[in-house]
T-cell receptor
Framework: GAGVSQSPSNKVTEKGKDVELRCDPI?????LYWYRQSLGQGLEFLIY????????KSGLPSDRFSAERTGGSVSTLTIQRTQQEDSAVYLC??????????????FGPGTRLTVL | AQRVTQPEKLLSVFKGAPVELKCNYS??????LFWYVQYSRQRLQLLLR??SRESIKGFTADLNKGETSFHLKKPFAQEEDSAMYYC?????????FGAGTRLTVKP
């Protein structure tokens, strides 16, 4: 594919429902990142994957948030029992990690989540 | 702990004026710093990185280890520079972003 893709592009859900957001990274990229972009809050780091493992989960805001990555490729971010404060744009990025320290992240278009 | 601080949420300048977007960081190791930009209705994208010491779209940023800063500068701002700018720090194989500065360049 040409770049990082995310689905759905928009999601409207009711408070208390679970949602699943998907990210398809650039083929061959070993690192994958999830961020949350809230109005007026900037870019908030959520979780990072190296391959299928997540060495840093410190950014997940609560235990309602979880993420997984399978096959070193697709990742899903799941939010259980959504709350109105979860409304935001969720961004995914991937990067090619190697011995070269240059590590540009390529971002997807984001999923806009609205919790009513 | 690694941390990136962008003290200005909003910055407004007139076209042709100099602009400086501030970024300060804290990191115990040797930092890699980046500036990312998000134009209206576009994806977040890399603008420049300190290891390249490059100028992109007239922007430059110098890493000052003594002041732990990586401010983004442009001598003559253009209207098309209006965007959201994020400073980012790479450490321990992850990236931390600042809260961002929204730059508006007025005609």
């Amino acid at each position: 594919g040409a770049g990082v893709s995310q689905s759905p592009s928009n999601k409207v859900t009711e408070k208390g429902k679970d949602v699943e957001l998907r990210c398809d990274p650039i083929s061959g990229h070993t690192a994958l990142y999830w961020y949350r972009q809230s109005l007026g809050q900037g870019l908030e780091f959520l979780i990072y994957f190296q391959g299928n493992s997540a060495p840093d989960k410190s950014g997940l805001p609560s235990d309602r948030f979880s993420a997984e990555r399978t096959g070193g490729s697709v990742s899903t971010l799941t939010i259980q029992r959504t709350q109105q404060e979860d409304s935001a744009v969720y961004l995914c990025a991937s990067s090619l990690l190697g011995q070269n320290s240059y590590n540009e992240q390529f971002f997807g278009p984001g999923t806009r989540l609205t919790v009513l | 702990a690694q941390r990136v601080t962008q003290p200005e949420k909003l910055l407004s300048v007139f076209k042709g004026a100099p602009v400086e977007l501030k970024c300060n960081y804290s990191y115990s190791g040797s930092p890699e710093l980046f500036w990312y930009v998000q134009y209206s209705r576009q994806r977040l994208q890399l603008l420049l990185r300190h290891i390249s010491r490059e100028s992109i779209k007239g922007f430059t940023a110098d890493l000052n280890k003594g002041e732990t800063s990586f401010h983004l500068k442009k001598p003559f701002a253009q209207e098309e520079d209006s965007a959201m700018y994020y400073c980012a720090l790479r450490g321990n194989n992850d990236m931390r972003f600042g809260a961002g500065t929204r730059l508006t360049v007025k005609p």
